[in-house]
């Protein structure tokens, strides 16, 4: 087993611990179809990049490949980042269910949204910056002024998490050069050995499993309750 399989395994595992500890059975209705459905949009992505010619792989440090040239740790990937994600969303939320902060998400929002425009703006020759910037601003624009759904300050510190395990993961692959970034596809400027362009998918990536998640709960007749004294949040069926 790889490196890249081993870490991806462990975080996997964790993942799991984490949704078991804080989230209910009940809860898998809507994990399942969120973890697949945003590990297609990924997959999809990371095949139009490639065919593109964006990225590539250095298929000798990889366990295979796909017909499409795809490696399996990075289609497993494709739904463990997803189901990770959603399991520390549901962690964090469990011991830390506040939102104080939760009026000041759209600022936020608002400025990344000005940051996705710009940075399009600057570099829409570059396939990589368009789609990773153009996924973020469009998911952004949805979550954030056509769903009712509000949860954007807990999903920015739950990115934070979902963050560090990422590079957990890929950081020697991209020190090595194994996974590969062909620059006049990109805008040149890596953090970590990582693409500039990365961080913002996974941004993307993540906020559309746990906006996923969210519908389908709330589709399923879940919801989460929050007592005045601080307790745990816990899941009660919509009546």
Known sequence: MNSYLLLLTVLLVVSFFLYLKSSPLSLWKATLPAVFGTGVIFMVLMLILKGKGVLTYDLQHFSGADNLGIPYEV????FVFPFAGISIYNFLNAKFP????EKY???????????CIAMIFFAYTKWYP???FGLMMLTLFVVEYKSKIRFMYRFYRTYLVVLVAYLA???QYHYRGYIGFHEQ???KFRLFYVPFESFFLLFSITLISILLFEVFKKRYGKTEVVTTSGE???IAENK
Do not use: D, E, R
């Open 98 to 101: 506040a939102q104080t902060y």
């Open 169 to 171: 993961v890929v950081l």
């Open 185 to 187: 596809h990109t805008i």
């Open 232 to 234: 745990k949040p816990f």
């Open 130 to 132: 368009v789609w990773a």
């Open 105 to 115: 998400s759209l600022a936020v929002s608002n400025i990344l949204m000005g940051l």
């Open 75 to 78: 289609i497993f990937g494709a």
